[in-house]
């Protein structure tokens, strides 16, 4: 899980959103609006309702680009459920939270790192095993 997560208000025009997101390197902004989830808004969105359509984001409530709807898990849900619902729901980015509280965000980076450190310590604990001329003592 990364944290924090980049937060931005609902109202915040798109321009704005797109240079936090720059300065910050994050693929995406969740938006609050009365300290409530209302959505989040990726690097996706931008080019779909701003740059395809030559939209003046200076002047496009970044909500109205969002999506609404919000993945999100608790804290202490397990890896695999987590990456299934992922997977299933074609998402790269899942809201870790508590009620309104957001705790972090698990992303497709993420899974991908910490999935690749785990098969690599698969891999070498396997060939520490075969290098063992005497495994059984």
């Known amino acids: 899980m990364e944290s924090p997560v980049l937060t931005v208000e609902a109202g915040t025009d798109a321009r704005t959103c797109a240079r936090t997101m720059a300065e910050r390197r ?50 202490d849900t397990p890896t695999d459920e987590v990456v299934g619902r992922m997977a299933k729901e074609g998402i790269r980015r899942m809201i870790v939270r508590t009620g309104d509280q957001v705790l972090g965000i698990i992303t497709a980076r993420t899974v991908l790192a910490n999935f690749r450190q785990y098969v690599d310590q698969l891999s070498s604990e396997i060939a520490a095993y075969h290098s063992d001329p005497n495994p059984l003592g």
Do not use: N, R
């Open 26 to 75: 994050k693929g995406y902004a969740v938006l609050l609006k009365d300290g409530h989830i209302a959505g989040i808004v990726t690097e996706w969105d931008f080019v779909e309702k701003i740059v395809a359509v030559d939209a003046d984001a200076a002047h496009v409530p970044v909500e109205s680009i969002a999506t609404a709807t919000v993945q999100s898990c608790a804290p």
